[in-house]
Nanobody, 114 residues
């Protein structure tokens, strides 16, 4: 089993920045990738960004150029630096990890005011 704990959400004005963190614990060996999804009210959960053990990063088009995902393999922590935030970025952000199957964190709220 893998446990994921997120932190760093909050309220920020449009144009501001936030950094989310997610630390994995438990059976962390063989985690292949970690990443972030988000779910806005009334919308489906959508993929935001991923980080693999080979330091490969990928982004959704909606956040490319504004968000940066980075990982610390030693700490089994993944970060999401979010800059130039927009009201449409408002959502609950979920950390994920893949180790034979998907694991999810409990989510952290990000609210961007206009």
């Amino acid at each position: 089993q893998v446990q994921l704990v997120e932190s760093g959400g909050g309220l920020v004005q449009a144009g501001g920045s936030l950094r989310l963190s997610c630390t994995a614990s438990g059976s962390i060996l063989s985690i292949k990738s970690m990443g972030w999804y988000r779910q806005a009210p009334g919308k489906q959960r959508e993929w935001v960004a991923s980080f693999t053990g080979t330091d490969t990063t990928t982004y959704a088009d909606s956040v490319k150029g504004r968000f940066t995902i980075a990982g610390d393999n030693a700490k089994k922590t993944v970060y999401l630096q979010m800059n130039s935030l927009k009201p449409e970025d408002t959502a609950v952000y979920y950390c994920t990890a893949f180790r034979f199957r998907d694991y999810w964190g409990q989510g952290t709220q990000v609210t961007v005011s206009s």
